[in-house]
């Protein structure tokens, strides 16, 4: 269970878990390599194809949505062979942003916006198109990692992931998400999303394959 806060006030209790989602579609060489590398020990670090093309999924007001739909995405997921995953909060802690409507206005929540999460992944307003942001930007201090981050349809958010907490050294997956659409009541989010599955890595053009 996660309380959440509005700026200025502690917000309610809310409840939301993890939404199933299909893994990573990428070749049994990438697989293979996985294997190696495992077997090799862990001072090889391997170097995992990008997605060769965007990925889409909806999000469901956190705070008004259906409690069966998911209003958080994991970037994390998509570290190594694996994809990043909507979830809903009342059953993992394990995600980097939220998507919620406050006073009207659809934002991005941050994991620091949460009283009980710590505030280790951020987000970056960028008003480009999708495809005009090759890198995410190096600069970490431009992320807010706990105020609210106002969306807008066609603007691009870059997210910059909490760490792996399943490896062993410091792995951030950086991620982009392109603003589709927010419609209906309650207000629903679609996206569309690219990342990079290698730890630190800005890179967030398309790969040749996966």
């Known amino acids: 269970m996660t309380a959440i806060r509005e700026p200025g006030k502690v917000g309610a209790t809310l409840m939301r878990p993890p939404a199933l989602s299909p893994g990573g579609r990428f070749s049994a060489a990438a697989l293979l390599l996985l294997v ?4 090799c020990g862990d001072d090889l670090i391997l170097e995992f194809p990008r997605p060769s093309e965007p990925f889409e999924l909806t999000l469901h007001d956190l705070l008004k949505g259906p409690i069966d739909r998911p209003s958080a995405f ?3 997921a998509g570290y190594g062979v694996g994809r990043p995953r909507a979830v809903r909060v009342d059953q993992t802690d394990g995600w980097d942003v939220a998507f919620a409507v406050l006073d009207g206005q659809a934002v991005w929540l941050p ?10 992944s951020g987000v970056l307003e960028l008003q480009r198109e999708f495809s005009e942001v090759p890198r995410a930007p ?22 910059l992931s909490r760490n792996n907490p399943a490896i062993s050294f410091p792995c951030r ?8 659409s927010v419609e209906g ?12 599955p290698n730890c630190d890595d800005r890179n967030l053009t398309p790969g040749e394959g996966s």
């Open 74 to 76: 994991d970037v994390v």
């Open 173 to 180: 997956i950086y991620a982009k998400l392109g603003v589709e």
């Open 111 to 120: 994991r620091g916006f949460f009283d009980a999460l710590e505030d280790s």
């Open 36 to 39: 190696a590398g495992l077997a």
């Open 138 to 159: 190096a600069d970490r201090e431009l992320y807010e990692t706990r105020d609210p981050v106002p969306l807008s349809v066609g603007n691009t958010y870059v997210v």
């Open 185 to 196: 009541d309650p207000q629903r989010l679609r996206i569309r999303y690219l990342w990079n």
